[in-house]
């Protein structure tokens, strides 16, 4: 057990891939950052560009989520960098936090245990500076 990957003691890419799934449904309908948010670039995102992006974005979440926790899947150099991706979204820091618990009550709906749930909310939690830059530039 001590020596395997968090990508395998998660379940590997099918398990991670279902996560990713249901918790992007769950930011399309939480009111804070989905359809309905007051970000008009997260309400734009959700409402329009959904309809055809969605699909690529979970394939896009589900290969960050397996590269960055040890399994044969490579996100670097594939997917774009997380500040450039999520610069035009002006996503502020209340918002991101909003979506790590959106994220920690998927993990909770699919019963991942508290060890595996800290280590996947760490990884996400270093990303907020990043994820956040587009909004923290604004505000100067
Ligand atoms: C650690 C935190 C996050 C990770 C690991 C992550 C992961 C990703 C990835 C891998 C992409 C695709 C990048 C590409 O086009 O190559 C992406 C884009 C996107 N992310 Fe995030 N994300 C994070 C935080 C957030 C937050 C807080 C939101 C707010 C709702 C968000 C909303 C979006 C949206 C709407 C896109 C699609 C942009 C497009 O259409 O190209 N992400 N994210």
């Known amino acids: 057990m001590a020596g395997k990957t968090l990508?395998?003691?998660?379940?590997?890419v099918?398990?991670?891939?279902?996560?990713?799934e249901h918790f992007s449904d769950q930011v399309l309908e939480n009111p804070k950052v989905g359809k309905r948010s007051k970000n008009p670039k997260l309400r734009a995102w959700h409402t329009k560009d959904a309809d055809g992006r969605m699909p690529g974005l979970k394939f896009?979440?589900?290969?960050w989520?397996?590269?960055?926790?040890?399994?044969?899947?490579?996100?670097?150099g594939v997917g774009k960098p997380l500040g450039e991706?999520?610069?035009?979204?002006?996503?502020t820091p209340d918002e991101f936090d909003e979506v790590a618990a959106e994220l920690g009550r998927t993990l909770d709906?699919?019963?991942i245990p508290r060890r595996e749930k800290d280590e996947v909310l760490g990884a996400f939690?270093?990303?907020?500076?990043?994820?956040?830059?587009?909004?923290?530039?604004?505000?100067?």
Do not use: N, S, W
Request: hydrophobic share 45%; proline share 2%.
């Open 7 to 12: 990508y395998d003691r998660l379940g590997g």
């Open 14 to 20: 099918f398990a991670i891939a279902a996560v990713v």
């Open 60 to 63: 896009m979440r589900t290969l």
């Open 65 to 76: 989520v397996c590269a960055v926790t040890g399994g044969p899947f490579k996100y670097e």
């Open 85 to 91: 991706a999520h610069r035009e979204l002006e996503i």
């Open 109 to 111: 709906h699919f019963k």
């Open 125 to 140: 939690t270093k990303q907020k500076g990043d994820v956040t830059a587009g909004a923290l530039a604004m505000a100067r």
